[in-house]
């Protein structure tokens, strides 16, 4: 009787720990996680969907020339590859939803320099589905209105954003 009151135990401790595991996580992503744990998102969203995410970016304006709608990003620049058809490097993130007021992307949003608006924000997955975007392309480095492609991006509902006054520390540009 002992015994089996023994084994129980140890098979209810497991369980919860098992339990435990499966849940939802907190992803606190820095400087050396945010490449990968992003293109990992993006692959694998329903994985995250019931996790809380934190990061540091910079505020985008995306306007999908399509539906004539305009959408602040919290995104990084990347290497090209991901997300990207024309050939350029691209933008990594997400589209921002938020209750509150989000500060302005930097007139120079699309320069390569570190002089964004910078942004700390926390929130979650809207859902694991995408969002798609209809964006001008870059054609010999130079945006092109004739041409364009689709973008996918997932929603992130932000539930708190502070503005990040020292970005000395982080990079504008990130890699694996």
Known sequence: MKKTKIIVAVLLLILCFTFAACGPKDYVLNEQTFFLVMTNIQARPQQYVDGTLEFDCFTYR????????????????????????????????FVLIYDGELPEPSARQSEDTNEQTWVHLKGRLKSADKLTVTVNSYVNGELDPNNTERIQLLEFVVESCELIEDYSNLNYYVTK
């Open 62 to 93: 995306l306007v999908d020339v399509v539906e004539e709608k305009t959408y602040i990003c919290g995104v990084r620049k990347c290497s090209v590859g991901y997300g990207c058809t024309c050939g350029n490097d691209t933008i990594i993130g």
